[in-house]
């Protein structure tokens, strides 16, 4: 444990979310290029590329968001309301959608979205056929919005620690 005050375990958190934005916005972008391969430049696992890119977005944009083991050396985590970007309706919406994706999607296999059965019609008498759903990560979210999110973000929680750390450093004087 140690002896930070509240203001200085908000800065490090703050801090460690800009470097997770800095994370979702690589991420999107290769996400960007991977969508913008002309057909004849795409791999075998083209789309598993993709998927991968904007599941580790998701779940590098929600880490600040959620609990974390920091007690001591950060706020345990930042919400909605520790940010003015949240005022404004979309971003709100869109961080609900991105949180629930990460909570139900990428990092918990929620039966909704990762289900499966037996289908009886089509299995032949010696085996068997299953159909299973496929997530979908992608839907309800425009990369392009994702990407501004995570830059707003990261330039609200880059300027909310600077202040605070020179508050801090005036201190210290």
Known sequence: MTDLTDDELL?????RVTKDMDEVIGFLDAFSEFVALPEDKRL???SELMLAAYSA?????SRGFLKSHSVGYAARRLTTEDLNIFRQQWAKELHDL???KRDTMVAHADWEHHNTRLDKEDSPSNGSVRVSSIPQVFAGIQHH???ELAAAVLSEAKN???DIDR???????
């Open 11 to 15: 800065a490090n958190r703050l801090h």
């Open 167 to 173: 508050k801090l450093v005036s201190k210290k004087g």
């Open 44 to 46: 075998s696992y083209h």
């Open 57 to 61: 977005a998701i779940v590098s944009y």
């Open 98 to 100: 991105v949180i629930e």
């Open 145 to 147: 919005q994702f990407r």
């Open 160 to 162: 909310r620690y600077f």
